[in-house]
Each structure stands twice: as C-alpha cells, then as structure tokens.
C-alpha cells in the first residue's frame, strides 16, 4: 500500500465536511495519518520515505495521507498549517492531534500505538 494523495474535496468527504459543521465527526472507520507538505520542502522530502514504509507496515490498521499546501490551500488554512511538514493524526472516536515537524521512526509508532491503534488494537 501507498500513501494516498489527499484534496480538499477528498477530506470533506472521506473525514470531515468542515464547511457543513465546526464540530469535528471523523467519517472514517480506520485512523488515519495526514502529512501537510510542500514539494520544496527539504523536511518533508525526508520523511517521505519513512511515511511510505509505515503504509506498508500498517497496511488495513491505517491510512496515511499526503495533503500538499502549496495545491489545497483552503485545507492548509483551515487546520492553519504554519509550518510544514505537519502531521494531523486521526484517531477514530477523538479529536485529531497536529504535529509540526518531521518526526523520527519510533516518535512516529509511538503516536501510532498509543493514540492511533489503541482502540482498534
């Protein structure tokens, strides 16, 4: 599996139609990762790699997304992705959580175990 390119239109229809309601109602029935990144960006050249690999690693228990900020600004500005990259991490149940900043392996699983899967696990 690979990570899956993620619109605008996309996330309203697949985790949440932000322009209908402000509360959050994730749609999904897996967790999912979202990486806001921009094709210049060195950080996120970097961790690209990384995030392929834990779609393999995860294949079925999550999904892993890759938003780019320069194409879906609406989407950017909404969650006010200032930096880049940044991480949404979607839990199924609870409120997301955003991470700026390229993060290591094992930060990556640990978000993973203890947010993403503990409730699927």
């Known amino acids: 599996m690979a990570t899956i390119k993620l619109t605008t239109e996309g996330f309203k229809e697949k985790f949440f139609d932000f322009t209908k309601t402000q509360e959050w109602a994730y749609k999904g029935e897996k967790p999912a990762i979202i990486d806001f990144y921009a094709d210049w960006c060195g950080p996120c050249k970097m961790i690209a790699p990384l995030l392929e690999e834990l779609s393999d690693e995860y294949a079925g228990k999550l999904d892993i997304y890759k938003c780019d900020t320069e194409v879906e600004q609406e989407l950017s500005s909404v969650f006010g992705i200032r930096s880049i990259p940044s991480m949404l991490f979607v ?11 390229a993060l290591p392996k094992d930060a990556m699983v640990d978000i993973i175990h203890k947010e993403l899967l503990k409730a699927t696990v």
């Open 91 to 101: 839990p199924v149940g609870t409120p997301p959580m955003m991470q700026a900043g």
